[in-house]
């Protein structure tokens, strides 16, 4: 499968204040989601980004809180925006390699906000 | 709206036995399933996929889904204590739509 690279692993930020996390693919991949999974729960799906156009939000996420760019088929940003302690989580990019393929993770990035 | 059921654990089960992982899914549409295991401190990783009614076996792990009673299930054979993790079921309806997850079962096996 795909090798997945996500950056910052982990960070500590003030409120209010943006991040931006990065995911790297060594290889074009079919599509690539975004989750979140807040302390002791599962992975909620954020958003699916889109290769050259908008991404596609879940119900409670926002694209001016979450904005999402997905320029070509091996890379992904996710920014946090305006950051809260609600915001602080772990943030997942995921992809599909291939169609019909199963998803895969990648490291995740930690994410706490003073 | 899509749901996928789990019994939040913790599961307890002494080393070198069989654990059984459960897990209901709500939308009918659902067409693939899948099972994670996550670590502490990690991210998920695939253990297994299931599409079809049956059983699928890969070493320790088996996989088992029936579509008309809406269950999928995990059987670890020979449980050994590094098989201790959350493990995370998954849905997707189809056409690699975005998966639904269980909130997890808690593993632990017990030395």
């Known amino acids: 499968s795909a090798v997945i690279s996500q950056k910052p692993s982990r960070d500590i930020c003030q409120r209010g204040t943006s991040l931006t996390i990065q995911c790297q693919v060594d290889?074009?991949?079919?599509?690539m989601f975004w989750y979140r999974q807040q302390p002791g729960q599962s992975l909620t799906l954020i958003a699916t980004?889109?290769?050259?156009?908008?991404?596609?939000?879940e119900s409670g996420f926002v694209i001016d809180k979450f904005p999402i760019s997905r320029p070509n088929l091996t890379f992904s940003t996710l920014t946090v925006s305006n950051m809260s302690p609600e915001d602080s989580s772990i943030y997942l990019c995921?992809?599909?390699?291939?169609?019909?393929?199963?998803?895969?993770f990648g490291d995740g990035t930690r994410l706490s906000i003073l | 709206q899509k749901e996928v059921e789990q019994n939040s654990g913790p599961l307890s089960v002494p080393e070198g036995a069989i654990a059984s992982l459960n897990c209901t899914y709500s939308?009918?549409?659902?067409?693939?399933f899948f099972w994670y295991r996550q670590y502490s401190g990690k991210s998920p990783e695939l253990i297994m996929s299931?599409?079809?009614?049956g059983d699928k076996e890969d070493g320790r792990f088996t996989a088992q889904l029936n579509k008309a009673s809406q269950y999928v299930s995990l059987l670890i054979r020979d449980s050994q204590p590094s098989d201790s993790a959350t493990y995370l079921c998954?849905?997707?309806?189809?056409?690699?739509?975005?998966?639904?997850f269980g909130k997890g079962t808690r593993l632990s096996v017990i030395a």
């Open positions: 290889s074009q991949v079919t599509m």
């Open positions: 995921s992809v599909v390699g291939q169609p019909n393929q199963p998803q895969h």
């Open positions: 980004a889109n290769q050259g156009s908008e991404a596609t939000y």
């Open positions: 939308d009918r549409v659902s067409q693939s």
């Open positions: 299931i599409y079809s009614n």
């Open positions: 998954a849905a997707e309806t189809g056409g690699n739509t975005p998966l639904v």
